[in-house]
């Protein structure tokens, strides 16, 4: 029985844009992705044998553990045999815009290619990921990637400065299609729609001077914010508690907050506590997967 732990970090947006509807009914994205330390814990472990057989466990038990868990699917693409065992321990928030579940699929397939196919290529993998979900290619690599297309091109950015990052949600989920239903209502189905691309150079210029941005901006607030007052109220006290910028993550409706200073970071993590919302404290990260 071959083993391997990994922690898979969650994603938050830094930027979040639409630059188009494509025929096919999807969305063109414009991002900046950006791993950070809030993390799942996934552990796998793996035995040849000639039939095929996987189990998922999970902590969190509104998770289903069958073939509907992007974990599941992961390992159901990449064997063709063998007996998988794969237990999650959750820590990232479910339904919140932090690619929790894409983070699990990516550490089932770069811990599980380990254990039984280590000559496999990344472009192989990054294709299995890409058809369990959008963000799975990001997570496997992670850091700050600049990400296009519907979140399968990746590009190198400008690198985040160290610094204290809060994240925040109350449990109050949003679904991601009826968010980009809301979005195409409202913006005419991006007909002659020009995406906020300055800000992206904004953002840029800032981390290569080793500076932290205090504007940003996510085309999904506006769709989901006004159904959802409790991620408008933890931007709120963010900014109260000193966050030099509080943006909700994807399409939400989880906030994070960019601080500063360790203090202030802290004072938020017990101020949005007290309001009833679950709040962790993380820092940015090089890496989407860490194998421990």
Same mark, same amino acid.
């Given at each position: ?58 902590? %969190? ?51 599980? %290619? ?153 004072? %938020? ?7 009833? %919302? ?15």
């Amino acid at each position: 029985m071959k083993k391997i732990e990994i922690k898979a970090n969650a994603k938050i947006n830094l930027f979040l844009d639409i630059s188009a509807l494509r025929k096919d009914g999807y969305h063109d994205i414009l991002s900046i992705m950006q791993s950070v330390s809030l993390c799942d814990t996934v552990n796998i472990e793996y035995e040849e044998s000639s039939q095929k057989k996987i189990e998922v466990k999970c902590d %969190a038990q509104s998770l289903p553990a069958d073939s509907r868990n992007l974990a599941y699917k992961a390992a159901d693409r990449l064997l063709d045999s063998g007996t998988v065992k794969i237990e999650i321990k959750k820590n990232i928030f479910l339904s919140a815009g932090l690619a929790g579940g894409s983070a699990d699929a990516a550490a089932v397939l770069v811990g599980l %290619a380990r254990l039984s196919k280590p000559d496999i290529n990344t472009e192989r993998l990054f294709k299995i990921g890409a058809e369990i979900g959008a963000d799975v290619p990001f997570c496997m690599v992670g850091g700050t990637k600049l990400v296009t297309g519907i979140g399968d091109i990746h590009r190198n950015f400008a690198e985040m400065p160290e610094t204290h990052l809060v994240i925040a949600c109350m449990g109050e989920g949003f679904p991601t299609p009826e968010a980009y239903k809301r979005l195409d209502r409202v913006y005419n189905n991006f007909e002659n729609y020009k995406p906020e691309a300055r800000t992206i150079d904004y953002i840029k210029d800032c981390f290569s001077r080793k500076l932290l941005p205090d504007r940003s901006f996510n085309i999904f607030e506006s769709a989901v914010l006004p159904m959802r007052p409790h991620a408008e109220k933890i931007k709120k006290v963010m900014c109260e508690c000193g966050a030099r910028l509080a943006l909700m993550s994807g399409s939400g409706p989880s906030v994070f907050g960019i601080f500063g200073d360790y203090e202030s970071a802290l004072e %938020a993590v017990k101020e949005l506590t007290q309001t009833g %919302a679950s709040a962790k404290l993380c820092e940015p990260r090089k890496s989407g997967l860490e194998i421990l």
